[in-house]
């Protein structure tokens, strides 16, 4: 048993490089604003096929989601635009007011009242903060998060030099704020984790809960923190979150039965 749980690892330590060298030889690619979509006519929108925004995580770019953002253009989704904020954004709070004005753009040219959002590892927080504490349950239909640190990771204390990564330690104030209540919000959270993600400490941070949200919490097992936005079963999982429908009450923990395993 051991020997296989090493084997595994080692098998998703050995991806994780792969995607890393990977994701570095695009991430150039990804630091120029995309072109955005143009205005469709109120005649050509389609009903129940909201637009799809991306949002990646710190120090990152708009490249990390070039497979996942295929994978849900293939499946339908004729409007996926990602966002990109500044490494030198000094305030979750910030970039969520940032992302609002994105939400608010794809909105009025889209025509959908409603958008869905995906953020990886630090996206996933901004995204969060956006929905409970500036209003944006009204105006986003489903969140999906992968790999993000709901209650704070410790990975590499040395880190904490940057204003982003303090705010995503346990405890911090931006995280007692998404603690707190938050009645009536209306969105759906859809939280994928992994049992080998070595960004999130403890692995289970990447699990929300919260008495007054409508969460799915899916367990990934066999991959790390890197290909949560980039392995094919992933990106099954979250086109199958955004089609879906949510649970029946605030504070309901589902758990995907069994455990999605990409080993």
């Excluded at 295929?70 to 966002?83: A, F, I, Q």
């Excluded at 940032?98 to 040219?109: C, F, Q, Y």
């Excluded at 346990?170 to 938050?182: D, H, K, Q």
């Excluded at 403890?202 to 919260?210: C, G, I, K, N, Q």
């Amino acid at each position: 048993m051991e020997l296989t749980k090493v084997t595994t690892l080692m098998k998703a330590t050995a991806l994780e490089l792969a995607i890393l060298t990977g994701h570095l030889v695009l991430y150039p690619s990804g630091i120029v604003a995309e072109r955005l979509a143009p205005a469709a006519p109120p005649s050509e929108v389609t009903p129940g096929r909201r637009p799809v925004v991306l949002l990646h995580g710190f120090v990152d770019n708009r490249s990390v989601f070039v497979l996942l953002r295929r994978s849900l253009v293939r499946s339908g989704r004729d409007c996926v635009e990602s966002l990109n904020y500044s490494p030198l954004t000094c305030d979750l709070r910030a970039a969520a007011e940032l992302l609002g004005r994105r939400v608010d753009e794809i909105r009025a040219r889209t025509g959908h009242a409603e958008v869905d959002i995906v953020g990886h590892s630090l996206g996933g927080l901004i995204a969060r903060y956006y929905v409970q504490r500036l209003g944006g349950d009204t105006k986003v239909r489903t969140l999906v998060t992968l790999g993000t640190p709901h209650s704070g990771t410790s990975i590499a204390p040395l880190a904490d030099a940057h204003p982003l990564v303090r705010q995503m330690r346990p405890g911090s104030e931006v995280l007692r704020e998404l603690a707190g209540p938050s009645p009536g919000c209306r969105t759906r959270f859809v939280s994928f984790w992994s049992d080998l993600d070595q960004i999130m400490v403890p692995v289970e941070t990447a699990r929300l809960d919260h008495p007054d949200l409508f969460v799915h919490n899916v367990r990934v097992s066999g991959i790390g923190h890197l290909a949560l936005p980039v392995h094919p079963t992933v990106a099954t999982g979250v086109r199958e979150a955004l089609d879906a429908g949510g649970p029946e009450a605030p504070g309901a923990h589902e758990e995907e039965p069994g455990t999605t395993s990409v080993a």
